[in-house]
Structure formats: C-alpha cells, structure tokens
C-alpha cells in the first residue's frame, strides 16, 4: 500500500519522516474501496473493518446516560475505582486469576492507543537493543507504534497454524529486544496460542529480559474451546514479571465507538506506564468508565455475542469449504481466514467485489510476505447479510 498522505504534502514545514514509511492504514485502503462501491450504485456485503453491526446492549447504553455529570471534570489516568474493580472480578470469572484493582489494572481509551504508545515505555530510540516483534501478518498498529517510538520494527512471519512462537527467533534478535507483541486470539486468522505455548513465550522473554504484552482483545469470542491468557501463566503475575495483557470491550460488548480498553498485569510495569500515561494525558472519560464497569460486570451478554458470532462462522465456513476453499486456523475472534485459489489474496479479494463482497486481503496485515495468500472475512454483516453475502458469492464461485 502507498504511504498515506505524507509524501504527498507540499507544505513548507517539516514533518517527521518516519510518517513516510507507513504504508496507507488498512482502514483507510478498504473505506475507499467500499465507498466506491456504494458510489456506484452496487449493494456491498462488508466483511472488511472488524466493526459489526449489532447495537450495544441497552444496559450499557444506560449506564453510559445516566452517568454523565453536569460538570463532567477532567477524568485521571488511572480513573475511578468502579471499571477497575469490575475487571478484577471479570478476571477471576473468566481467568481464575487474582488482580489487585489498585495496582495492577489501568484503564485506557480502547486498546489501539495502548497498543500504540506501548512502545514508549520501553523503546530507547538512540541504542542499539530497541528491537519490537510482532507477529505478522498482525495489528498493523505494533508496527507503527514501534515506527514512531524509534523503535526497530521486527516482523515475525507467521503461517501454518499461525501460532507466534517466539523462542524460535534468533537470539541475537532476542538480545536486541525491548518489547515483544503476542496476539491470541491472533487478527487477522483467528489462530489460538496455547497455555504451554504462552508459558514458554514468556520464559523466553524473561531471559532476554524483554516486556511481555499479549493483545487478548478477542478473548471472549470463541467456538470450541475458551482461550488461554498470558495472566494464567504461574508467575505472570508476580512483581517485576515483565507480563501485560490487553482486553477492550469493543468485540465482547459491541462497545467500539466508546473506546474503552484494560492493560492489566506487572504491577511494576502498570506503575511505569501509568507514570508514562500522564504525560499526554490519555485517559477514557469517566461516563465511559462506567458503562465500561457495568459491561465488565455482565458475562450473559458477552455469551449471546459469542454464540452469534458463531452462527455467522458456521454459515460463512460451511459454505467456503463447500465451493473447495480451505479454513485456516479461525479457532476464536470473529474472523475468518481463508486460503485464496491460485496463493494470490490480492486478486481473491478483488474477484469477491464482483459479488460486492468486501474482504481484506491477507497483504493489508503485512510488513513481510506473510499471509499474503490468505483473505480474511469479518463477521461484520448480521445473520441475514450473511445469507445474502452467501448466496451472491455462490453466484461466481
């Protein structure tokens, strides 16, 4: 993808040049190839952004109304007790690990800011040991945050089952390694790291002394068996660990436009990055801190999404596999991730718009040639627009 913007500003002032190795976000590159669409008068089936159509639930919309202030006063890095404490007791719910709200709990403004100004923490842009890996293809924000932080950018390609298996790396990376990103569920294939896997993830970090993170945004959305999390692994949690973990409400709640995320782990480095934190002042306000707690607090709603989310699956796999094509990995999150005829995502992708069907090619999740043989499907359309989606690709298939 072309960089975005930058290279064609003609302004005289000078920007940072780093702006110009990014490639055009994602988003951007497949907004413009369905408003094209739209344009043109055609119907578009959009399985692109991971943002799906199905409202909030209306508690949390009540709770989000009822909470705003008169005087809605600056809201603190590390917030109001409430969406904390409701963390805590989503984790020992859910994980069966004990978090102290007080210290080892940051709320954020969704989890792509975290993720992005992670970097910071860690990245010293004048040494030599300024390495950041991330699995790829991947979140295309690890990349640019590691970018823009002066970090050096150290893809991971991934294939097979798409499980990050980062002791397999050099040591002589290891060595230059400030902080490592693992994703699991991973975007874009839906792959699932195991808990042995996980434990030896982190081993590995622990010896090279690199900061762990584990972006586990899509933990709740899964279809045969619940995912493991970094935070159960013995030790993850101890005082100088080097572990964090990522959630966001966005994919469990339907929750998106709040902008409502967890970094929970290391008290030691939760400390540091909320330390890190006040200096730009990110901060979610505190209305949606408390829509974020009640949603926390909720796990029935969270069970109805998964289970629709599973009936699209259902729907959209069984009938790629009837027409020959072959699921890969899409064992959690709500992706699907499909080899494409001939190796080529690209020209999949492009013969799927024939249909009006918006897709990602596997190319827009990659720094390397990893998973460019690959489309993914977001299970974005509802129930019906599936059936509809279905049937106008049977037509070219």
């Given at each position: 993808?072309?960089?975005?913007?930058?290279?064609?500003?003609?302004?005289?002032?000078?920007?940072?040049?780093?702006?110009?190795?990014?490639?055009?976000?994602?988003?951007?590159?497949?907004?413009?190839?369905?408003?094209?669409?739209?344009?043109?008068?055609?119907?578009?089936?959009?399985?692109?952004?991971?943002?799906?159509?199905?409202?909030?639930?209306?508690?949390?919309?009540?709770?989000?109304?009822?909470?705003?202030?008169?005087n809605?006063?600056?809201?603190?890095?590390?917030?109001?007790?409430?969406?904390?404490?409701?963390?805590?007791?989503?984790?020992?719910?859910?994980?069966?690990?004990?978090?102290?709200?007080?210290?080892?709990?940051?709320?954020?403004?969704?989890?792509?800011?975290?993720?992005?100004?992670?970097?910071?923490?860690?990245?010293?842009?004048?040494?030599?040991?300024?390495?950041?890996?991330?699995?790829?293809?991947?979140?295309?924000?690890?990349?640019?945050?590691?970018?823009?932080?002066?970090?050096?950018?150290?893809?991971?390609?991934?294939?097979?089952?798409?499980?990050?298996?980062?002791?397999?790396?050099?040591?002589?990376?290891l060595?230059?390694?400030?902080?490592?990103?693992?994703?699991?569920?991973?975007?874009?294939?839906?792959?699932?790291?195991?808990?042995?896997?996980?434990?030896?993830?982190?081993?590995?970090?622990?010896?090279?002394?690199?900061?762990?993170?584990?972006?586990?945004?899509?933990?709740?959305?899964?279809?045969?068996?619940a995912?493991?999390?970094?935070?159960?692994?013995?030790?993850?949690?101890?005082?100088?660990?080097?572990?964090?973990?990522?959630?966001?409400?966005?994919?469990?709640?339907?929750?998106?436009?709040?902008?409502?995320?967890?970094?929970?782990?290391?008290?030691?480095?939760?400390?540091?990055?909320?330390?890190?934190?006040?200096?730009?002042?990110l901060?979610?306000?505190?209305?949606?801190?408390?829509?974020?707690?009640?949603?926390?607090?909720?796990?029935?709603?969270?069970e109805?999404?998964?289970?629709?989310?599973?009936?699209?699956?259902?729907?959209?796999?069984?009938?790629?596999?009837?027409?020959?094509l072959?699921?890969?990995?899409?064992?959690?999150?709500?992706?699907?991730?499909?080899?494409?005829?001939?190796?080529?995502?690209?020209?999949?992708?492009?013969?799927?718009?024939?249909?009006?069907?918006?897709?990602?090619?596997?190319?827009?999740?990659?720094?390397?040639?990893a998973?460019?043989?690959?489309?993914?499907?977001?299970?974005?359309?509802?129930?019906?627009?599936?059936r509809?989606?279905?049937?106008?690709?049977?037509?070219?298939?």
């Amino acid at each position: 993808m072309p960089a975005e913007g930058v290279t064609r500003y003609a302004g005289r002032v000078r920007l940072n040049p780093r702006l110009a190795a990014l490639p055009t976000y994602p988003t951007v590159a497949i907004d413009r190839v369905r408003d094209a669409l739209l344009a043109a008068g055609r119907t578009v089936y959009d399985f692109g952004t991971g943002d799906p159509i199905e409202p909030t639930p209306p508690f949390i919309r009540e709770a989000l109304r009822w909470s705003i202030a008169d005087n809605c006063r600056y809201p603190t890095v590390l917030g109001e007790p409430g969406v904390r404490v409701a963390f805590a007791g989503y984790a020992r719910r859910r994980l069966g690990v004990t978090l102290d709200p007080a210290t080892e709990i940051l709320p954020t403004s969704g989890s792509k800011e975290a993720v992005f100004h992670l970097p910071l923490l860690v990245v010293d842009p004048n040494s030599p040991d300024r390495t950041v890996i991330f699995p790829d293809p991947g979140y295309s924000v690890y990349y640019r945050g590691a970018v823009l932080a002066g970090g050096h950018p150290c893809p991971q390609p991934l294939s097979g089952d798409y499980v990050q298996r980062i002791w397999e790396l050099p040591v002589e990376v290891l060595r230059q390694t400030r902080l490592a990103w693992i994703n699991t569920p991973h975007n874009p294939s839906g792959a699932v790291t195991s808990l042995d896997d996980l434990r030896r993830t982190w081993e590995t970090c622990r010896e090279h002394d690199i900061l762990l993170v584990s972006d586990e945004c899509y933990m709740d959305v899964w279809f045969d068996e619940a995912p493991a999390s970094i935070l159960q692994v013995p030790g993850a949690l101890e005082p100088g660990s080097g572990v964090l973990a990522i959630y966001s409400l966005s994919k469990r709640s339907g929750m998106t436009g709040y902008r409502a995320g967890i970094v929970a782990g290391d008290r030691l480095a939760i400390a540091a990055l909320r330390g890190l934190r006040t200096n730009p002042g990110l901060a979610p306000q505190d209305f949606v801190n408390t829509a974020a707690a009640a949603a926390w607090s909720d796990d029935v709603h969270a069970e109805e999404r998964r289970l629709l989310f599973g009936a699209k699956r259902k729907l959209l796999v069984d009938f790629l596999e009837s027409v020959g094509l072959t699921v890969t990995a899409s064992e959690a999150s709500f992706y699907v991730w499909v080899r494409a005829p001939g190796g080529d995502g690209d020209a999949f992708a492009a013969r799927l718009l024939e249909a009006g069907v918006l897709t990602n090619p596997g190319s827009f999740f990659a720094v390397t040639a990893a998973g460019r043989d690959h489309v993914r499907f977001a299970l974005v359309p509802d129930l019906d627009g599936c059936r509809a989606a279905v049937e106008a690709m049977r037509a070219i298939l």
